[in-house]
């Protein structure tokens, strides 16, 4: 598995050029949805993309306004993802896909799956945006927010130091071993891109309220009639563990999976194990699942 298994590709929708990767063949298709900050495809799928590819036809957009995709008319919500993930899966000509999402792109597949359950046949949330009704540290940070000069000063500080991105990602992720300079560089060339903040910005000041966050689902996840899988690390510190627990419990057809040693970024905390994990989930092997998680622990 390498990047030689990862194709580049591009297709228009309406007034924008979208970007998104390929991997593997098939009838059966899966679609990974990354995250929002300085996330992108590439980033969040490097490793799970040629593996996913050994069994499906696996595809890994760039959300509007990130990685390499245009924003065009793009509304950069919870429902503007889930219409644009709509006329994305038009346009490939897949009528009926299993979505796996992390963080902001699990909050967006599982409203894609509420809006549009005919399209979905499995549904893997991880680590995902959705099931809590505040953000970390919310009083806080609902203020910082609202003031777009503070963002931009950020992002300008991770753009000008190795440094700050290598502490950024110690929040992330879980394992220490996972931050290496490679992986610090990637974060941070795509820090030094112009604009890099504005989509997950734009999503942020809309999503935060005063009290609380606007996109909370948990009430409607039993509306769900199709398997739902959640894969959550154990360190997460951006979604607590007692939310995805929470939401497990609402499902008709739910799993749980817990990730040892892992937080928001399970995928790249501990790559291998992670795809274990996730192809035995797709695959409705869930005993498998947890032994692969407690074994690569």
Same mark, same amino acid.
């Given at each position: ?5 990862i194709?580049?590709? !591009? ?12 991997s593997?063949?098939?009838? !059966? ?10 996330d ?24 509007p ?22 006329n994305?899966?038009?346009? $490939? ?19 894609? #799956?509420?809006?549009h ?10 680590d995902?945006? =959705?099931?809590?009704?505040? #953000? ?26 190795? #440094? ?5 990602? =110690? ?15 990637e ?7 112009? =604009? ?10 809309? !999503?935060?309220?005063?009290?609380? $966050? ?18 959550? =690390? ?64």
């Amino acid at each position: 598995m390498s990047m030689e298994d990862i194709r580049s590709q !591009e297709l228009q929708l309406g007034s924008a050029r979208i970007h998104y990767y390929t991997s593997g063949q098939g009838e !059966e298709a899966v679609v990974l949805l990354h995250g929002g900050g300085m996330d992108e495809a590439l980033l969040s799928w490097r490793y799970t993309l040629p593996y996913l590819g050994q069994h499906f036809a696996v595809t890994a957009p760039d959300w509007p306004g990130y990685g390499q995709s245009e924003v065009g008319e793009s509304d950069l919500t919870l429902e503007g993802n889930a219409a644009f993930l709509l006329n994305f899966l038009d346009a $490939l000509g897949i009528e009926r896909a299993r979505l796996v999402g992390i963080s902001l792109g699990g909050g967006s597949a599982l409203q894609f #799956a509420l809006d549009h359950p005919q399209r979905v046949s499995q549904l893997v949330l991880v680590d995902s945006y =959705g099931f809590q009704s505040r #953000a970390p540290f919310h009083r806080l940070a609902y203020p910082f927010i609202q003031q777009d000069l503070w963002v931009r000063w950020t992002y300008a500080w991770l753009a000008r130091s190795r #440094a700050m991105v290598r502490w950024t990602l =110690g929040y992330i992720l879980a394992n220490r071993q996972a931050i290496t300079d490679e992986l610090v560089e990637e974060v941070y060339a795509i820090c030094r891109k112009p =604009g890099v903040w504005k989509s997950f910005y734009a999503f942020q000041k809309h !999503e935060m309220l005063p009290h609380g $966050l606007r996109s909370v689902l948990m009430d409607r996840l039993g509306e769900l009639e199709l398997p739902v899988t959640i894969l959550h =690390g154990d360190r997460d510190q951006a979604v607590p563990l007692a939310d995805a627990q929470a939401a497990a419990r609402r499902l008709r057809d739910g799993q749980l999976v817990i990730l040892p040693n892992s937080g928001h970024w399970p995928q790249r905390d501990h790559p291998e194990r992670f795809n274990r994990v996730l192809l035995a989930c797709l695959q409705g092997r869930y005993a498998d699942a947890r032994a692969a998680a407690e074994g690569g622990a």
